[in-house]
């Protein structure tokens, strides 16, 4: 059945879930910019470069499952 | 407002697609507008652009919206207007070829009438992290989420019915995201887009009696960006199109960039004697979601489309829980 040989892409989908729901999580919890920041600039530049942030968290994430995905479909298509 | 209209704003879509389908296809193929299904051995001619005929349905079903709930006019319009730019762009790629940066700038212009309505909240919900206030981003993002999600959708049609059909699932996860949200104008627009792209479904699965061409790609592509930035619950949505996603995002780091099909020196997948689909091995090929599918062992086309929606329900059940983890829900 065709499922079983494509297993890996269903758990790459599930460990992408995961890790944005994960990040979302310690973001909450572990880092809160506004009180340090707000020091320096006013509400509105505290949002656009908190956007910033996390435009980037999103783009390194998305690298990071490029990297764990083409290394996993090499080893599927190279066995 | 009450979902008394729930049922007539999907009927009506369903029904006018459904009925206008056949009429847009025999019209296609008088005129000779047809293209070649490659993925089959005995290579039989679809009539293409055929995706004209879930604009019919989205017209009259968002129309007949509009007048019976005036006080969502504004939002209901505003998705109608983007889905029929994103279309008048995807009939120009499907009569010019467009270049793959051109068609990325120009769906921009497709978010520019819910900004003009201003049918938007810039205060997304974000799992975990709650309400956010974007009042100057949100805005700014727009024009690029419906040209991502215009071009997603375009980049997801490889095999019969495989974008008809995961558009389907995704806009059934929003229009339940919805109900369950307690947002009745998503429910309802949720469910007039997904009449007409059900009935297309219909005509476009395995084995395919007609093609929606660009024009059909980009305005379901449209039609769910649309849908998405009028009624919030943004991250639910990104989570349901991983594998549309994971597709578009693959194929463009695998050739370096935006890059037309003539620029790209080995096909994906390669079609055998015996009718079966393989991955090509060739590692110039891009990374498709298709190959992916097919890197463990060759499959036949009907089994690779029902992987993807196999994959796009899934996704969407993460999507589902995704929900739950927001708060105010």
Redesign the interface.
């Known amino acids: 059945m065709?499922?079983?040989?494509?297993v890996w892409?269903?758990v790459?989908?599930?460990f992408?879930?995961l890790s944005?729901?994960l990040g979302?999580?310690l973001?909450?919890?572990l880092v809160d910019l506004a009180p340090i920041l707000e020091e320096f600039m006013s509400r509105?530049q505290v949002?656009?470069v908190e956007?910033l942030i996390t435009a980037l968290l999103f783009l390194l994430w998305?690298i990071a499952?490029?990297i764990l995905?083409?290394k996993a479909?090499r080893r599927?298509?190279g066995s | 407002m009450s979902y008394v209209y729930a049922p007539l704003a999907f009927a009506t879509s369903f029904v006018a697609t459904l009925l206008s389908t056949p009429k847009v296809a025999s019209y296609m193929r008088g005129k000779g507008i047809v293209g070649v299904d490659v993925h089959k051995p005995s290579k039989p001619e679809i009539p293409e652009r055929v995706g004209l005929s879930m604009l019919v349905g989205f017209i009259a079903s968002l129309g007949l919206l509009c007048l019976v709930d005036l006080s969502s006019a504004s939002t209901y319009l505003a998705v109608m207007l983007s889905i029929l730019v994103a279309a008048g762009i995807g009939l120009v790629d499907d009569f010019k070829d467009l270049k793959p940066l051109h068609k990325v700038i120009l769906a921009t212009l497709s978010g520019l009438p819910i900004l003009a309505l201003r049918a938007y909240e810039p205060r997304p919900l974000i799992p975990f992290v709650g309400r956010v206030r974007l009042t100057i981003a949100y805005p700014i993002a727009i024009p690029f989420a419906l040209s991502v999600t215009s071009n997603t959708m375009n980049m997801a049609d490889p095999v019969n019915g495989a974008m008809s059909g995961s558009a389907s699932i995704i806009i059934t996860t929003l229009v339940l995201a919805y109900l369950l949200a307690g947002k009745p104008k998503g429910v309802l627009a949720g469910l007039a887009l997904l009449g007409a792209v059900l009935a297309f479904y219909v005509y476009n699965r395995y084995p395919a009696r007609v093609f929606s061409g660009n024009v059909g790609s980009f305005a379901v592509g449209a039609a769910l960006g649309s849908l998405v930035v009028t009624n919030g619950l943004e991250v639910v949505a990104v989570v349901a199109m991983l594998p549309q996603v994971l597709n578009s995002f693959m194929i463009l780091s695998s050739v370096g960039g935006l890059k037309g099909k003539t620029s790209i020196p080995v096909r994906p997948t390669r079609l055998l004697e015996d009718g079966l689909i393989e991955a090509v091995k060739d590692p110039r090929a891009p990374l498709t979601l298709v190959r992916m599918i097919l890197a463990s062992s060759p499959k036949r086309e009907a089994e690779i489309a029902r992987e993807f929606l196999t994959l796009t329900a899934f996704s969407s059940f993460l999507a589902i829980i995704t929900l739950f983890l927001t708060v105010e829900v």
């Not at chain 1, 065709?2 to 494509?6: A, C, D, E, I, L």
């Open positions: 065709s499922v079983r040989g494509t892409i269903y790459d989908i599930f992408a879930w944005m729901l979302l999580y973001i909450d919890r509105t949002g656009v956007v998305l499952w490029r995905t083409v479909f599927i298509i």
